[in-house]
C-alpha cells in the first residue's frame, strides 16, 4: 500500500454548498442561449451568525458591476429579497439562482446539465491575472483582450 505524505496528499473534495459560503463565490450559470454570473459574499460580524449577499454581475465590470439581490440562506437553499433588492421576485436571474441553490442543497447539482445548463467557476486570466466570467473566456483561460496578444 502506498503510503500518502502531506505533499502528495490531495484535499477532500470540496463541496458545492461549502464553496457558495466561502467568502466571495463567484459563477456563471449558463445554458438555453442565456447566462448569469452571481456573487456570494459572506459578511461576518462577532454579534451574529455570518450573512451571505447574493449578487449578479449586471456591467462589464468583473470586479465591481454587481447588482444586490437579496440574502443567500445556506440552511434552506433559497435566496430572499429584502427592500433593498433590485431586482423583483419574477426576475429571471432570481429564479435561476433560487433553483440553482435549491438543488445545491438538496444535493441534486447533478440535475443542472440534465436541464440543459452548466456551471462556470469564475478563474483569473492566465495572463493578466483579471477575473474571468464569459464562459467563452473561462474555457480558453484568458479574456478575450489577453487572447489576441498570445
Known amino acids: 500500500m502506498e503510503s500518502t505524505t502531506p505533499q502528495t496528499a490531495r484535499p477532500a ?3 458545492t454548498a461549502t464553496l ?13 442561449g442565456r447566462r448569469w454570473t452571481f456573487r456570494i ?3 461576518e460580524n462577532e454579534a451574529r451568525p455570518p450573512i451571505y449577499f447574493a449578487n449578479l454581475l449586471t456591467g462589464p465590470d468583473n470586479d465591481a458591476d454587481y447588482t444586490y439581490l437579496g440574502v443567500y440562506e445556506p440552511a434552506v437553499g ?3 429579497l429584502t427592500k433593498a433588492s433590485k431586482l423583483p421576485e419574477t426576475a429571471e436571474p432570481v429564479r435561476a439562482l433560487r433553483w440553482y441553490v435549491g438543488l445545491v442543497v438538496n444535493d441534486r447539482e447533478a440535475e ?10 469564475a478563474t483569473c486570466c492566465q495572463r493578466c491575472g483579471r477575473p474571468l466570467t464569459v464562459p467563452s473566456s ?11 496578444m498570445v
Open 20 to 32: 457558495l459560503t466561502a467568502g466571495k463565490a463567484t459563477f456563471t450559470l449558463e445554458g438555453k
Open 13 to 15: 473534495e470540496i463541496l
Open 41 to 43: 459574499v459572506k459578511v
Open 138 to 148: 473561462i474555457d480558453a483561460r484568458l479574456g478575450p483582450d489577453c487572447a489576441e
Open 112 to 121: 443542472v446539465e440534465g436541464h440543459g445548463f452548466r456551471i462556470l467557476w
Open 78 to 80: 433559497w435566496v430572499r
